[in-house]
Antibody, heavy 122, light 107 residues
Framework: EVQLLESGGGLVQPGGSLRLSCAAS????????MSWVRQAPGKGLEWVSGISGSGGSTYYADSVKGRFTISRDNSKNTLYLQMNSLRAEDTAVYYC???????????????WGQGTMVTVSS | DIQMTQSPSSLSASVGDRVTITCRASQGISNYLAWYQQKPGKVPKLLIF???TLQSGVPSRFSGSGSGTDFTLTISSLQPEDVATYYC?????????FGQGTKVEIK
């Protein structure tokens, strides 16, 4: 069964850092681009960042560029999101999501994790 | 960046009604358009990709159409289990912008 399991969320003070992880199973992880999508409480979906299957190409929303870093360890089937200089407006559920097709860079997301909550507050 | 605008933001319809949701891109995106369904408290689910291709396991009452800048999601006969918020997303290039969502309720 294809599965994504996020971890690493929690409460952090403004200006602080957090690293999210997404453990993948049930598919050839290195063949698929992956992304992070977030959803603030009561709000819509916001694409945050994406990374190619090899990890050689990365993409960011303007709202997080320069503060967040996406990476992956294909030997561990794990996706990461390093979040620095966190702000109150970064408070959201963070989902990792898998591209629908292998070896694509931009694609729809056919599998989503359950999400991990990040709260930025003093 | 390309903006995605959905309409309406919410709608209420009766069981069995035909429901149509529109998504407009600020620039042409060919058919690189997906639709997702998010039920309350649940994870988003892919319904349609490539503007009109139904994802495996999705009921045939859902359909998508459009190309370029104007797209439509149609539910041919609304069912109680279709209560959800629906999002479009463009994926021709980063950023993979989502529409603001359309909340569908039963009248």
């Amino acid at each position: 069964e294809v599965q994504l399991l996020e971890s690493g969320g929690g409460l952090v003070q403004p200006g602080g850092s957090l690293r999210l992880s997404c453990a993948a199973s049930g598919f050839t992880f290195s063949s698929y681009a992956m992304s992070w999508v977030r959803q603030a409480p009561g709000k819509g979906l916001e694409w945050v960042s994406g990374i190619s299957g090899s990890g050689g190409s990365t993409y960011y929303a303007d709202s997080v560029k320069g503060r967040f870093t996406i990476s992956r360890d294909n030997s561990k089937n794990t996706l990461y999101l390093q979040m620095n200089s966190l702000r109150a407006e970064d408070t959201a559920v963070y989902y990792c999501a898998k591209d629908h097709l292998p070896r694509s860079v931009n694609d729809a997301f056919d599998i989503w994790g359950q999400g991990t909550m990040v709260t930025v507050s003093s | 960046d390309i903006q995605m605008t959905q309409s309406p933001s919410s709608l209420s319809a009766s069981v069995g009604d035909r429901v149509t949701i529109t998504c407009r891109a600020s620039q042409g995106i060919s058919n690189y358009l997906a639709w997702y369904q998010q039920k309350p408290g649940k994870v988003p689910k892919l319904l349609i990709f490539a503007a009109s291709t139904l994802q495996s396991g999705v009921p045939s009452r859902f359909s998508g159409s459009g190309s370029g800048t104007d797209f439509t999601l149609t539910i041919s006969s609304l069912q109680p289990e279709d209560v959800a918020t629906y999002y479009c997303q463009k994926y021709n290039s980063a950023p993979g912008t989502f529409g603001q969502g359309t909340k569908v309720e039963i009248k």
